[in-house]
């Protein structure tokens, strides 16, 4: 019987930088190649020295975000030979998102003294795009190596515009990689539509929120978030909303979009800015060729959108227009963001509001923002400024990441043979661990060690 042997790339137990080689028969496919947000240099990329040259076959990217995406130009000059597999919309957002990322590494060359960077140029991300093999949600491809054919098929995963799931089918054998994953429906994105297949013999998990318990409905927390917005605007208040630029902030846009047709968005202007604005092109695009895509740049003349002009900010000097709304990237205040230097400037005064609405990891200056003493201080590190915290600090639930019940119940319907943890810290890898194990008669669980290949 065929075996697929699976190794984590991966340098850390957490969701680092996201890579898994599987190799089954003559294959080997690479799924993700991530770069690790926390990290800088050449230690953000995933373990490819593991990698013989001119090894692997295909390429799988999941979506765009860059734990799954950064080091993809990396891998792709180090094995040229490999094609990359990409749905359609993945295929336009990645060259943007990794323009984006050379332009931050040529910035942290000098300021972070990182000699290694950028890590790769214009004309790797031209050369790689080349590469690209789109495939359609749905559509069984057929693979073919030395004779012996492997079966793909992608399906749509919510989480993001772009991202799907993925069925690697060989020799009868099946092995089901969620990627990031989201069953419930988004305003601007259907949820996950994986059909019921059964018995896949390896289902490889992602874990993000098994360390978190849902304690309000989404639903829930967009009303609340809409009344936080209008509180602070009657008071002649400035809310900020720091949010990823890939997603996060599209999806807000189309919830303030609905909010205003129903007369719950209160009159002012809406600021936004950054890498967000660069990719409504594509949302826009993919929105008029999908019906599961909710996105139109129309909404932007409806909400009366400004762009946030760039210009030299001194917090102590800088006036903003009031009362506003301010929808930033990036979602965890990185220092130089529109976001971390907007909210330099509006900290000190009680009538304004940071509202966050995703993870913000705890080493970042989002975590630590959150974690300031009421009456505290703050610094913002790279502006060399200090300022004490008198806006209200509020959070909100509004994660692109299944819950971890909702996961339990897919691993269950699916009845694997063997289940395969991913990208998820200690905590939430424990908590899918030790419920899975319950089921041990049924399946096996595997938190996989760090570059240990394991025959499944
Ligand atoms: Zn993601
Ligand atoms: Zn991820």
Same mark, same amino acid.
């Given at each position: 019987?065929?075996?697929? /042997?699976?190794?984590?790339?991966?340098?850390?137990? *957490?969701?680092?930088?996201?890579?898994?080689?599987? @190799? /089954?028969?003559?294959?080997?496919?690479?799924?993700?190649?991530?770069?690790?947000?926390?990290?800088?240099?050449?230690?953000?990329?995933?373990?490819?020295?593991?990698?013989?040259?001119n090894?692997?076959?295909?390429?799988?990217?999941?979506?765009? !975000?860059?734990?799954?995406?950064?080091?993809?130009?990396?891998?792709? $000059?180090?094995?040229?030979?490999?094609?990359?597999?990409?749905?359609?919309?993945?295929?336009l957002?990645?060259?943007?998102?990794?323009?984006?990322?050379?332009?931050?590494?040529?910035?942290?060359? =000098?300021?972070?003294?990182?000699?290694?960077?950028?890590?790769?140029?214009?004309? *790797?991300?031209?050369?790689?795009?080349?590469?690209?093999?789109?495939?359609?949600?749905?559509?069984?491809?057929?693979?073919?190596?030395?004779?012996?054919?492997?079966? +793909?098929?992608?399906?749509?995963?919510?989480?993001?515009?772009?991202?799907?799931?993925?069925?690697?089918?060989?020799?009868?054998?099946?092995?089901?990689?969620t990627?990031?994953?989201?069953?419930?429906?988004?305003?601007?994105?259907?949820?996950? &539509?994986?059909?019921q297949?059964?018995?896949?013999?390896?289902l490889?998990?992602?874990?993000?929120?098994?360390?978190?318990?849902?304690?309000?409905? %989404?639903?829930?927390?967009?009303?609340?978030?809409?009344?936080i917005?209008? $509180?602070? #605007?009657?008071r002649?208040?400035?809310c900020?909303?720091?949010?990823?630029?890939?997603?996060?902030?599209?999806?807000?846009?189309?919830?303030?979009?609905?909010?205003?047709?129903? !007369? @719950?968005?209160?009159?002012?202007?809406?600021?936004?800015?950054?890498?967000?604005?660069?990719?409504?092109?594509?949302?826009? @695009?993919?929105?008029? %060729?999908?019906?599961?895509?909710?996105?139109?740049? &129309?909404?932007?003349?409806?909400?009366?959108v400004?762009?946030?002009?760039?210009?030299?900010?001194?917090?102590?000097?800088? @006036?903003?227009?009031?009362?506003?709304?301010?929808?930033?990237?990036?979602?965890?205040?990185a220092? !130089?963001?529109?976001?971390?230097?907007?909210?330099?400037?509006?900290?000190?005064?009680?009538?304004?509001t940071?509202?966050?609405?995703?993870?913000?990891?705890?080493?970042?200056?989002?975590?630590?923002?959150?974690?300031? =003493?009421?009456?505290?201080?703050?610094?913002?590190? *790279?502006?060399?400024?200090?300022?004490?915290?008198?806006a209200? #600090?509020?959070?909100?639930?509004?994660?692109?990441?299944?819950?971890?019940?909702?996961?339990?119940?897919?691993?269950l319907? &699916?009845q694997?043979?063997?289940? +395969?943890?991913?990208?998820?810290?200690?905590?939430?890898?424990?908590?899918?661990?030790?419920?899975?194990?319950?089921?041990?008669?049924d399946?096996?669980?595997?938190?996989?060690?760090?570059?240990?290949?394991?025959?499944?």
């Open positions: 019987m065929a075996s697929f /042997f699976i190794q984590d790339l991966n340098r850390k137990k *957490d969701i680092g930088a996201n890579c898994l080689s599987v @190799k /089954f028969g003559a294959f080997h496919f690479i799924v993700d190649a991530g770069m690790d947000p926390k990290t800088l240099g050449n230690e953000a990329l995933p373990c490819f020295s593991a990698l013989s040259p090894s692997v076959d295909f390429i799988l990217i999941t979506h765009c !975000h860059l734990d799954h995406l950064g080091a993809l130009p990396i891998l792709s $000059k180090q094995q040229p030979q490999a094609q990359i597999l990409i749905s359609l919309p993945t295929s957002l990645a060259p943007l998102m990794l323009k984006n990322s050379a332009s931050v590494m040529t910035r942290q060359k =000098e300021e972070k003294d990182v000699p290694d960077y950028p890590l790769f140029g214009k004309e *790797d991300i031209a050369a790689l795009q080349k590469k690209f093999f789109v495939l359609k949600p749905g559509k069984t491809y057929c693979l073919e190596k030395d004779g012996q054919t492997a079966k +793909v098929t992608i399906y749509t995963a919510g989480h993001v515009l772009g991202a799907v799931s993925v069925l690697i089918e060989y020799e009868g054998r099946r092995l089901f990689i990627g990031d994953i989201l069953f419930s429906d988004q305003n601007s994105l259907r949820g996950a &539509q994986i059909p297949f059964g018995n896949p013999d390896v490889l998990l992602e874990t993000t929120r098994g360390d978190t318990e849902r304690t309000a409905l %989404r639903r829930d927390e967009e009303t609340r978030l809409l009344g917005i209008r $509180k602070t #605007i009657k002649g208040g400035i900020l909303i720091p949010a990823f630029a890939l997603g996060r902030i599209q999806e807000l846009l189309v919830l303030f979009y609905q909010a205003k047709k129903a !007369h @719950k968005l209160p009159d002012c202007p809406i600021y936004c800015s950054g890498l967000g604005m660069s990719l409504v092109s594509a949302f826009d @695009k993919m929105g008029r %060729r999908f019906p599961d895509v909710h996105f139109s740049r &129309q909404i932007l003349k409806q909400l009366n400004k762009q946030l002009r760039k210009r030299k900010i001194d917090p102590k000097t800088t @006036k903003l227009n009031v009362p506003a709304i301010y929808l930033l990237s990036s979602g965890m205040l220092e !130089h963001t529109p976001a971390y230097n907007i909210a330099a400037c509006l900290l000190k005064d009680n009538k304004n940071v509202c966050f609405v995703g993870h913000c990891d705890e080493d970042t200056p989002g975590g630590r923002l959150q974690r300031v =003493e009421p009456n505290g201080n703050f610094k913002f590190e *790279d502006l060399n400024y200090t300022t004490p915290v008198r209200k #600090i509020e959070r909100f639930d509004l994660s692109g990441h299944a819950d971890r019940d909702d996961l339990y119940q897919f691993v319907a &699916q694997p043979k063997t289940v +395969v943890l991913t990208h998820g810290d200690a905590n939430a890898r424990q908590w899918f661990f030790e419920k899975l194990s319950v089921h041990k008669s399946f096996s669980v595997v938190d996989p060690d760090i570059g240990k290949t394991y025959e499944l």
